[in-house]
């Protein structure tokens, strides 16, 4: 049984169309996939379709997930309202073991980011046969090189730069523009150095805003210029907190992440900026579309790596990619740690030698 868990990415359909098609070619292994991460096991009557060769036709080149999916609660915290219209969750996790039992599911594959692979863990420590697949635009798991929808993320930020570009050429405007990444600073980093941003500010790297203003200042010549700012949703001023907001929704886990780059354009003026400042924020546009051809690859290497695993019999694991090899690592290993921007990389050195200013 296959699932897609989290928030969505570009490839994931690729990694279903890979495991679809690798188990097709053996005898034994029929597929079928679960709708909305665990919740179509969990709900009465179960939500489950049949995946074969003919259902997986064009998914390569499809964004999102034909399998839908979520980024709340999961079978360890199921969402049930009390009388008094509150809610609670409860843990569902062995009744769900025996489900999938019940049903003759021999193994699960949980395609999704950090959250997910959590679960799988939880899982897999009860006995259930699972293995994982890394997915997140974020590319924040230590134990994979890369996610796929990473480059496509980065690609989506890079466009939308040079678009940015020529509007804050023809006005001399500063543009600040935020992209998503949570506490990573990745997607910022990468698109700053492919957009040739004039700033890049990001978690990992607080801000002192007078450093950035030096830099505005440097890029007009009297009234002319122009500054691009590409601002991670996870950046923050030196001392202060990250900007977000709790949404409320049931079983959400997360704080919702986001308002730094309007926060930023007050800080600037406030300092005394004195150009046109415009923000844009790109937010879940980053994760739509078809996937480029780097993840199309990478999502079909995992898909297939990670039914063979399963033919292998090798639960607990996770695939993952450390150039030039596809891996598979354990669980417990795959969730260890945050995979976040090291200041002193090479990547940040090019960045800073480049002129990129960070603020620091
Ligand atoms: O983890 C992927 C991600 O897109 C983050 O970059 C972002 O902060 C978050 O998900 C947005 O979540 P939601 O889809 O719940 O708004």
Redesign the pocket.
Known sequence: MVLTG??D?PGLNAVIRGIVKRASQEKDWEVIGCIESFNGVLREPTEIVELNEKNVHGLLVMGGTILGTT?KSGPFEWPVRQPDGSWTTVDRSDEMIRKLGYMGVDAVINIG?DGSQRISLGLAQKGLNIVGVPK???NDLSSTDYTFGFQTAVQICTEAIDKLVTTAASHNRVFIMEV???EAGWIALHSAIAGGADVCLIPEIPYDINEIKKKIEQRYVKRHGFCIIVVA?GARPKGGTIVGTQTGEVG?Q?I??GGIGNQLAAELKSAGVEQDIRCTILG?L??GGTPTAFDRILASVFGVRAMELVMEGKYGRMVAYHHPDIVDVSLEEAVRAQNLVDPNSLLVHTAKGLGIEFGD
């Open positions: 989290g928030g990415c980024n980011g997140t635009i974020d998503m990444g949570r949703e959400y997360h919702k992440l879940h980053q994760r």
